[in-house]
């Protein structure tokens, strides 16, 4: 008989799936003009999953344009995100190669308390 390992969760914030197109710009001078598409694949207030046809660095600050139902899912978005021009600001922190050049990313919000990590004359 296999006997099961209860591993726990790691994550504060709940996750909610949520599949939803969305909009992003990768916060450097050499892109900052150019929008990219993608989808959610799950939301918390913490931050987000995304799929994506481009490879984003680690570490990268993105601006996400995401739809009215992706945020409302969170009430405390809005409360603690840095929005910018409709958009909510983050960090990239993980990213995985899919299948067919689509990436699966992490994004973790800019929160109000955290150092100015952007340049908001950038976007």
């Not at 799936?17 to 969305?22: G, N, R």
């Not at 922190?93 to 994004?107: L, P, S, T």
Request: with cysteine; net charge neutral.
């Amino acid at each position: 008989m296999d006997k099961k390992v209860n591993i726990p969760e790691r994550r504060v914030a709940v996750r909610i799936t949520c599949q939803a197109p969305l909009a992003f710009k990768v916060c450097k001078d050499e892109t900052i003009s150019k929008i990219m598409q993608g989808y959610t694949q799950n939301i918390s207030s913490d931050g987000i999953k995304c799929a994506i046809s481009e490879k984003v660095p680690l570490g990268s600050t993105l601006w996400l344009k995401l739809n009215k139902d992706a945020i409302s899912m969170c009430e405390e978005l809005e409360k603690r995100s840095v929005i910018l021009q409709q958009g909510i600001l983050g960090i990239v922190v993980w990213c995985e190669k899919k299948e067919d050049n689509i990436f699966d990313i992490g994004v973790q919000f800019l929160t109000r308390e955290e150092p100015n990590l952007f340049h908001a004359d950038r976007i």
